[in-house]
């Protein structure tokens, strides 16, 4: 196979699997095993796309559907940044896939669990891929129509209210979101990435006009926000988090907010970057004339609200899903924090990205464990109530070494990955002299220090609660498995790091992105 048709191997495994799973309905044991088999494949498909990449001359691969050259044709990326990302969702997406297996009642696998999850992983896996911005608004379209019917698969009044607030605030977003492309194309005149980065960087040539591009990717970024939950936009979170099923909320947290996450590094540093602000544009704390640095100040505001709100609202929680659900909004803000500082300071910029990749690839694994082992332990007990739960150690010692080992590595304890992804987060913002910056991260990391020291002394210690059912072994191990996740990346960090800083460098190769995907266009 060509290197460039290995592009589309992820997309294309995500998209057989639903329609096979989907056709084979009438037998649960088919399905189920076409869809473990799906997961594989994805996964292995992933690696193969990896290795390509790594090897690969200029480190990028490109596809264009139907050999329609960029900008005109659809164009699909696979650099060291999207296949960072890609590894992330195939391996969290395997361990939920398995759990799924023996946690979804067979009624609800049947009729629509497996297709559904499928076709979220197909919006994953575009979004991550896309060359174009129309095409990353249609391949969150894709993923985010999977998930709305995931949050409501339960379909009680608590789960129905949560998905309906998810469905709207998201079709909403998506309509400004829409606006927002259109405005782009009628202000830049292309939709393709590397054709907008190649224009944007001579914009007079061009005859564009830098003002309403500002504020076109500014509206952008609100939903982008949005999708990854980042305070002010973080309202949807709590409640459908709560209401999915415990792997969806393994998936929702673990890998769809990376894609929001994904979409800032994508488009901010690797296309926005090579525009200049508009002439005479004075704001408090603006220096340089990148679009970065209007964006620098806009992201650590963000950043800080959603580790001080997060932070906050998890140690009051009276629920281990609730302070969980809070707990991913404080998250993601530790991981646009370091976006924020390299913004605003040019020389920390490829250790901020690698930071923030560093940390999602933690908080991947780490959360998306932690809430299966929420769902393990809720059919377990009944419950989730603080105040009904205790001596989980006695009662089930496995399923709490491994959730212990996802709350040490989201607290940050060597030599988990959690240790090396809190300290890029404040090595960058040592190297870059933000005080202010190492003081809301401090803040942070104290917070989640006290949420999950509440969270296990209230329901892991104390008199041990009556167990209504014996969980399956397979629950226990893929808990276990994303558990290890954490130990084994840490302790052979070296690689993870070389993956996070190549990543990082594709994120700001502008000219040899823009030259790996449209090196026929004509300034």
């Known amino acids: 196979m060509e290197p460039a048709h290995l592009v589309i191997a992820p997309l294309l495994t995500a998209l057989v699997t639903a329609i096979l799973t989907l056709a084979t309905r009438s037998s649960l044991s088919i399905q189920r095993a076409l869809s473990l088999v799906g997961g594989v494949g994805y996964l292995v ?3 193969v796309l990896y290795n ?11 596809y264009q559907l139907s050999d329609w050259a960029a900008p005109f044709g659809i164009t699909l990326v696979a650099d060291a940044l999207s296949v960072f990302m890609l590894g992330l969702a195939a391996l969290v997406s395997l361990a939920a896939l398995a759990f799924s297996v023996r946690f979804i009642s067979d009624y609800g696998q049947r009729v629509s669990y497996h297709p559904l999850y499928h076709l979220m992983m197909v919006g994953v896996t575009g979004s991550f891929l896309t060359g174009d911005i129309f095409n990353l608004f249609v391949w969150f379209e894709v993923m985010l129509m999977s998930s709305y019917v995931l949050v409501a698969f339960y379909s009680g009044k608590q789960h129905t209210r949560a998905a309906l607030t998810y469905v709207v605030l998201n079709l909403l977003g998506s309509a400004v979101m829409l606006l927002a492309i259109g405005g782009l194309y009628a202000t830049t005149g292309t939709l393709n990435m590397a054709d907008m980065a190649r224009r944007l960087a001579d914009h007079t040539a061009y005859g564009i006009d830098p003002a309403p591009v500002l504020g076109l990717s500014a509206i952008l970024f609100t939903v982008f926000a949005l999708k990854a939950g980042i305070a002010p936009f973080q309202f949807w979170v709590p409640a459908a988090y709560r209401a999915a099923p415990a ?3 393994a998936m929702l947290a673990g890998v769809v907010k990376k894609v929001g996450v994904y979409a800032i590094i994508r488009l901010y540093f690797t296309i926005f970057a090579a525009a200049t602000l508009p002439v005479g544009l004075s704001l408090p704390g603006l220096s340089g004339t990148s679009f970065l640095s209007f964006f620098g100040p806009v992201f650590f505001i963000m950043a800080a609200a959603s580790i001080l ?11 281990l899903d609730g302070m969980l659900a809070y707990s991913s909004i404080g998250q993601v803000g530790f991981i646009l924090l370091p976006l924020a500082v390299a913004a605003t300071v040019p020389e920390v910029r490829t250790l901020g990205i690698a930071a923030a990749l560093i940390y999602s690839l933690n908080h991947g694994f780490a959360k998306a464990l932690l809430f299966l082992a929420s769902g393990v332990i809720e059919r377990m007990t009944g419950t ?11 009662r089930a010692p496995v ?24 300290l890029l987060v404040f090595d960058t913002a040592a190297r870059a002299g933000a005080d202010l910056a190492l003081a809301v991260a401090l803040a942070g ?8 020291s509440r969270a296990w002394n209230r329901g892991f210690w104390g008199d041990p609660v009556e167990i209504l059912e014996q969980p399956s072994g397979t629950l226990t191990v893929a808990v276990v498995v994303l558990a290890l996740g954490v130990v084994v990346l840490g302790i052979g960090f070296d690689p993870v790091m070389d993956a996070a800083n190549a990543a990082a460098n594709a994120a700001l190769d502008r000219a040899g992105y823009v030259e790996a995907v449209a090196p026929e266009v004509v300034q």
């Open 45 to 47: 498909g992933v690696g």
């Open 52 to 62: 390509a990449v790594q090897t690969d001359a200029d480190g990028v691969i490109v």
């Open 247 to 249: 792997p969806v909320a």
């Open 309 to 319: 709100l997060g932070g906050y609202g998890a140690v009051g929680r009276r629920t």
């Open 384 to 394: 989730l109530e603080f105040a009904n739960l205790g001596g989980l150690t006695e």
């Open 399 to 422: 399923l709490s070494g491994g959730f212990f080992l996802g709350a040490l590595a989201l607290i940050g304890i060597p030599p988990l990955t959690g240790f090396f992804g809190k």
């Open 445 to 452: 990391a104290i917070l989640t220090i006290a949420y999950f």
